[in-house]
């Protein structure tokens, strides 16, 4: 009986961890769908004797695209650096954008190009690696050559401290910037199974 129960119990763990992935997939998709539908939809309603489904996620997707290109050319910055000039005026409404447009910055991987490589160092203490990103390099009076790091904090990568660490301390990662910003989100469940480290005996 108990052999039974565990046979049905595997089986149903293995059916939920195949299609998990998948609905899961398949709902943010829809969340996504009749989001934007939703923007042009009422509009359309309006105007058209019918309703067409999926239409106002189209002329939604069009609208963004068309609003990215003006984004991107003279005049759009220029918007974008006056509304920005606003809102940190505003005490509440300043805090909220510089958190979402951080956060929108590293998944989309703008804030990223700034970072040169990704790295280990030994912090808080001896043994103990941590992931860190290049932002520049130096050199004291005796030649030592040193990394300026950023090291991010688990799970927001925009959030963390700068450091200055000497280079024959640090350790190539071996992952892209991409890679290690999703090992830092991730809390380590997507770093890599096999690195680098060599653990000094006391």
């Keep these: 009986m108990v052999g039974i129960l565990r046979h049905f119990r595997g089986k149903f763990v293995a059916a939920l961890v195949t299609l998990a992935p998948v609905l899961a997939t398949f709902y943010v998709i829809k969340i996504l769908f009749n989001f934007f539908d939703g923007f042009a939809t009422p509009f359309l309603d309006a105007n058209l004797p019918i309703h067409i489904p999926g239409l106002g996620f189209i002329i939604t997707l069009i609208s963004l695209y068309l609003l990215g290109l003006l984004m991107t050319n003279f005049l759009g910055r220029q918007l974008v650096h006056l509304g920005e000039k606003i809102l940190a005026k505003i005490p509440v409404a300043s805090t909220v954008y510089g958190a979402a447009k951080q956060i929108t910055q590293a998944l989309s991987g703008t804030q990223s190009r700034a970072f040169q490589k990704t790295i280990l160092i030994p912090y808080p203490q001896e043994n103990t690696w941590t992931i860190a990103f290049v932002t520049g390099e130096s050199t004291n009076e005796d030649g030592q050559e040193f990394y300026h790091v950023f090291v991010s904090t688990t799970p927001n990568p925009t959030s963390g401290f700068m450091l200055i660490v000497p280079k024959e301390e640090t350790i190539d990662a071996d992952?892209?910037?991409?890679?290690?910003?999703?090992?830092?989100?991730?809390?380590?469940?997507?770093?890599?199974?096999?690195n680098k480290i060599k653990v000094k005996s006391k």
């Design 175 to 194: 992952l892209s910037i991409e890679e290690g910003l999703k090992s830092i989100i991730s809390g380590g469940m997507l770093a890599p199974t096999k």
